[in-house]
């Protein structure tokens, strides 16, 4: 027996037994309104309608209890099967058929696909392309029973059972409990010791709502999610055995929860379910497999080189073993897995070093996220709630793409690469790590561009290290580019206002970081030790000195200046303009042009402005004219601190050097200072 979600894609799940069909043609056939639906009466010709719908991925089963043919329309201008436009299937009476409606962009120009007919009572249906992992009927209670995969899922919205410490009497308002359910397993969500899970079977079944379980609870909960029935996995391998056989079909998957132990899909055998489209773990519809049993350590579903699993959920036994992934790819292995949710398992995705293709999932509440991915698409994903790192690309995890995820309260880095190279992260949006944002150890050859980082190091408080958004230490060869950075605490305002720092640089060589917006309001904007890092164009970068390692001096067009008292209030540039001597008496001149960038340490203003600089030469006398232009800001800090930058540019008696000396007035606010110098003009004289 199956217990359906509230709703599937709009489509309520309780059944409509009674059903009937009088009308004979396409618009005045009955219209199915219910994912279950039971004709009692059908006249001769007697039609019904299967529903508009612009949502994918809808499963309907219409069981014809007539004395005549049914005929099951598609909506007006839609084809089932391969049948012509607005052409019936003919259900005969006491048949049953199934009814698939797949995203358009999976089967351009078809809208509905059915079972033809089948009736019903068998594991496995196969018709066409695809496998029909179960078979329904309705038994004398009025409830769809599905006679493969028979288990009673979750209670329709928030849990119910109930089971009080150190008892084994259970109880759920929402259970349908008989004789038949004696002996089969059940989880109880919180009921174990500290909370994990109860794991046990159904000793007595002591009324339709109440049951004496095999083992007490060890914590008393009430309003508990739980699930119990009898494993499905033998039913799953005849499936896929049967598409093998088939020379490869599909295996679609019913509505509703499975209970599995552990699963492998053949090479090259596709899985498709209905999705359940959530955020944050709750898997209240669309197609579940769950595993109860906490004692095993191996992956829920192994795929198989080729294999496609699409709208597939997994609920795992817990998330702290290490070995109970929801998915794992076998040896060889190359798999897509689309608008899949995973959630209390080890590992979402354990790529084992094995491409895939991961699109459209949501991975919330396992031990970590997507781990060990090569030559692999990892796109549009939701990633969050995991207990380690979102996602983790260890050594020889190569030449990978992640782009255009949400990743966000994982607890450790949100994304986390160690050894790697040749990747390319893009586009996402990570928000309140545990440890640092991005943290990349040895990564070389790669692309960090256009990420949106924020509130990362919730775990790090006192940890200059990690306690960052982007942690960077022995990388070779990378550019870090267009980062949009911001802090803050958590949404209600509690918690760690983090991070400490922007940047976290250690002992890097040739990594080119640019273009970046830092905002941070916390002490310190930049933790630096030596290393060839460039940074140029960064607004914002290293707000104030970072602790333990004095004023941070950075080539390539960056200064902190400190205070009047701090030490390194001021900077010289030198430009080289010419050899000595090396001017024509009568130059006709040179511009050089040198842009300024500024933050300040107290607030996010921003200061820019433009030196302007003419040389030229005067009976052997070098001559220098200046103004400033393009003056976004007069002061940092507020009204009345005043001008607190002064510049001042210089020229050397023989013409050779330029020296533009920058310093900083004020007594309170220390300044991070950019620069970037473009010249104009005849160099070559």
Not at 147 to 174: E, K, Q, R
Not at 349 to 357: E, F, G, K, S, T
Not at 500 to 519: E, H
Not at 664 to 676: F, G, P, Y
């Amino acid at each position: 027996m199956t217990t359906f979600s509230a709703q599937n894609y709009g489509l309520p799940v309780q059944g409509i037994i009674g059903a009937i069909a009088l009308g004979t043609t396409q618009d005045t056939a009955t219209v199915i309104v219910t994912q279950a639906t039971v004709f009692t009466e059908v006249a001769s010709g007697g039609a019904a309608l299967l529903p508009s719908s612009n949502s994918s991925m809808i499963w309907l089963i219409v069981f014809n209890r007539g004395d005549n043919t049914l005929f099951v329309y598609p909506p007006r201008g839609c084809i089932i099967d391969a049948l012509g436009v607005n052409t019936p299937i003919g259900i005969p009476a006491g048949g049953v058929a199934f009814f698939w409606n797949f995203d358009p962009a999976i089967t351009p120009g078809v809208n509905w696909f059915s079972s033809a007919g089948l009736a019903g009572g068998g594991a496995v249906d196969v018709v066409g392309p695809f496998v029909y992992a179960s078979s329904f009927q309705v038994k004398a209670d009025g409830k769809v029973h599905s006679t493969a995969l028979h288990n009673v899922g979750l209670p329709v919205g928030p849990g119910d059972g109930t089971i009080a410490a150190n008892s084994n009497a259970f109880s759920s308002a929402s259970s349908d409990l008989t004789a038949e359910d004696e002996g089969k397993a059940i989880q109880v969500s919180g009921a174990g010791a500290a909370g994990a899970p109860l794991y046990t079977t159904i000793a007595t079944v002591t009324g339709p709502t109440t049951a004496t379980l095999t083992a007490k609870a060890v914590t008393g909960v009430t309003g508990a999610d739980f699930c119990y029935g009898t494993d499905d996995t033998t039913a799953w391998e005849n499936a896929f055995a049967a598409a093998s056989a088939a020379g490869g079909a599909t295996v679609l998957a019913p509505v509703g929860v499975s209970i599995v132990s552990a699963l492998t899909t053949p090479v090259g055998i596709n899985l498709f379910g209905s999705p359940c489209n959530t955020y944050d773990g709750d898997l209240y519809g669309g197609s579940i497999l769950r595993r109860l049993d906490p004692t095993l350590t191996t992956p829920v579903v192994k795929l198989g080189f080729g294999s496609t699993t699409y709208g597939m959920s997994v609920w795992g036994a817990n998330n702290a073993d290490g070995l109970n992934s929801a998915f794992s790819l076998l040896d060889g292995g190359f798999a897509v897995l689309d608008r899949c949710n995973m959630y209390l398992c080890s590992i979402g995705i354990d790529c084992q070093y094995r491409q895939v293709v991961a699109t459209r999932c949501n991975i919330h509440e396992c031990g970590g996220g997507i781990t060990q991915p090569v030559d692999s698409r990892i796109l549009n994903n939701y990633i969050n709630g995991n207990s380690g790192a979102g996602i983790y690309c260890g050594t020889g995890a190569n030449d990978n793409t992640i782009s255009n995820n949400k990743i966000e309260w994982n607890g450790g880095q949100n994304i986390l690469l160690y050894g790697c190279v040749n990747l390319d992260v893009t586009g996402n949006t990570l928000d309140r790590s545990g440890l640092a944002g991005i943290e990349m150890v040895g990564v070389g050859n790669s692309d960090i561009s256009h990420n949106v980082i924020r509130r990362s190091g919730r775990f790090a408080e006192g940890n200059a290290a990690e306690d960052c958004h982007m942690k960077i230490q022995g990388c070779t060869n990378c550019t870090i580019t267009g980062i949009e950075t911001y802090t803050g605490a958590n949404d209600d305002g509690s918690g760690y206002n983090s991070p400490a720092a922007a940047l976290s640089l250690q002992q890097n060589t040739n990594v080119f970081i640019s273009g970046q917006w830092v905002y941070t309001t916390t002490p310190f904007g930049l933790y630096y030790l030596p290393g060839v890092v460039f940074l140029p164009g960064n607004l914002g970068l290293g707000d104030t000195v970072s602790a333990g390692v004095g004023t941070v001096s950075i080539a390539q067009g960056a200064q902190i200046l400190t205070t009047t008292g701090g030490g390194a209030p001021s900077v010289a540039i030198t430009y080289a303009l010419a050899a000595a001597g090396g001017w024509a008496t009568y130059s006709t001149g040179r511009w050089l042009e040198v842009t300024f960038y500024g933050r300040d340490s107290v607030t996010p203003n921003s200061v820019a402005c433009t030196l302007n600089c003419y040389f030229r030469m005067e009976a052997g006398t070098p001559v220098l004219q200046w103004d400033i232009t393009n003056e976004l800001l007069a002061y940092f800090g507020g009204p009345g601190d005043g001008t607190i930058l002064t510049i001042t540019p210089t020229i050397s008696s023989d013409g050779s050097t330029l020296t533009i000396t920058v310093a900083n007035t004020s007594a309170t606010i220390i300044v991070n200072l950019e620069w970037m110098i473009q010249r104009f003009g005849n160099w070559n004289e």
